[in-house]
T-cell receptor, first 114, second 115 residues
Framework: SAVISQKPSRDICQRGTSLTIQCQVD?????MFWYRQQPGQSLTLIAT?????????ESGFVIDKFPISRPNLTFSTLTVSNMSPEDSSIYLC???????????FGPGTRLLVL | AQKVTQAQTEISVVEKEDVTLDCVYE???????LFWYKQPPSGELVFLIR??????QNEISGRYSWNFQKSTSSFNFTITASQVVDSAVYFC????????????FGTGTRLTIIP
């Protein structure tokens, strides 16, 4: 499995502001994903981060709210824009490595919006 | 559409007891993957196992065992001789077989091991 890091690990933000979360992998991976886990809930896929092209968003998630970048095969960012308290969640990136079909997750970013 | 159901929201057992976490899934795919992940209080999601839909052999890894029954669309997880370190939220998940496919998670089961 790959070693995945996320920055920041946690943050407290004011409503109306934006936060960019970074995901770094220690090896090149084909697929990177971003998930959201709202308090006490399960994980929901936000989007697939595609290298060199626009991210593929799931129903209910839009690029204006969650812009994603994937400049290379080891790095991706997720921005949570114009935040509201409802955006308070854990945001996790995951990668699919050589073990095709298996996703490994980063440690997550705990976001609290006041 | 894919769906994963974990009917047990919370389970508490005394240390050293055995415990089984249930997972039932729905999919129209004929081939797929099933997963279990562990989320301890620290929040990270730890991969435990992946099972292919065409491999119904049960699997054992130390104190952990998994029972996959395609006929009942179930993929249950048993911990024997539970330990306090097993306390976590456990998620069952499902994905398509051909890679690059999203994981559909169940709602999770919070397991508390009482010392």
């Amino acid at each position: 499995s790959a070693v995945i890091s996320q920055k920041p690990s946690r943050d407290i933000c004011q409503r109306g502001t934006s936060l960019t979360i970074q995901c770094q992998v220690d090896s090149q991976v084909t697929m990177m994903f971003w998930y959201r886990q709202q308090p006490g809930q399960s994980l929901t896929l936000i989007a697939t981060a595609n290298q060199g092209s626009e991210a593929t968003y799931e129903s209910g998630f839009v690029i204006d709210k969650f812009p994603i970048s994937r400049p290379n095969l080891t790095f991706s960012t997720l921005t949570v824009s114009n935040m509201s308290p409802e955006d308070s969640s854990i945001y996790l990136c995951s990668v699919e490595t050589t073990s095709r079909g298996t996703q490994y997750f980063g440690p997550g970013t705990r976001l609290l919006v006041l | 559409a894919q769906k994963v159901t974990q009917a047990q929201t919370e389970i508490s057992v005394v240390e050293k007891e055995d415990v089984t976490l249930d997972c039932v899934y729905e999919t129209r795919d004929t081939t797929y993957y099933l997963f279990w992940y562990k989320q301890p209080p620290s929040g990270e999601l730890v991969f435990l196992i992946r099972r292919n839909s065409f491999d119904e052999q049960n699997e054992i890894s130390g104190r952990y065992s998994w029972n996959f029954q395609k006929s009942t669309s179930s993929f249950n997880f048993t911990i024997t001789a539970s330990q306090v370190v097993d306390s976590a939220v456990y998620f069952c998940a499902l994905s398509g077989f051909f890679g690059n496919e999203k994981l559909t998670f169940g709602t999770g089961t919070r397991l508390t091991i009482i010392p």
